[in-house]
């Protein structure tokens, strides 16, 4: 290997390890995933499929992570991409997981005309997993409610 090709693989690997070693606030260069339909099916459940591939919604009260109160993040379920601290999450009544703030630059939003009023979906940045959505009725200081599937994401303890 001549030295040019070593001290870029090396720049690489320094790269990577800082991503890895990255806090889930970090931040972090964010690499797109791609896959097929097939590949993702093997990857989820049919549930979690249905909401982050096909833009389903799980039924309300359904997710286990209403309940959580531990100190932690929210992580992509498709991809482990944390998207939400603890400190962020409230009850708001919904039935579902929300949290008033996401981790800057891991959701991209797009309007939605599902119901034929427009609403601002939210994404994982990294595999584009369908999340939720987002509203103007959360508490402050950002008034937002980021209200999510709660099968669309993953819990990691603190």
């Not at 992580?75 to 929300?98: H, I, R």
Request: charged share 30%.
């Amino acid at each position: 290997m001549k030295r040019r090709e070593f001290v870029i693989v090396l720049g690489g690997l320094f790269a990577l390890s800082r991503a890895a070693m990255a806090g889930p606030e970090d931040a972090i260069a964010i690499e797109k995933i791609a896959l097929s339909k097939e590949e993702w099916k093997k990857r989820l459940s049919p549930e979690a499929y249905s909401v982050l591939r096909e833009e389903g919604t799980e039924r309300a009260g359904s997710s286990p992570l209403n309940a959580e109160k531990r100190k932690g993040h929210y992580a992509c379920a498709g991809c482990d991409l944390p998207l939400f601290m603890s400190d962020k999450k409230y009850e708001s009544g919904t039935g579902w997981p929300s949290f008033w703030a996401p981790i800057e630059g891991r959701l991209g939003t797009k309007t939605d005309y599902k119901i034929i009023y427009p609403r601002t979906e939210y994404h994982c940045t990294r595999c584009g997993g369908h999340q939720g959505h987002v509203f103007d009725d959360g508490p402050k200081p950002t008034n937002k409610r980021y209200c999510n599937n709660g099968v669309a994401l993953k819990f990691v303890p603190a």
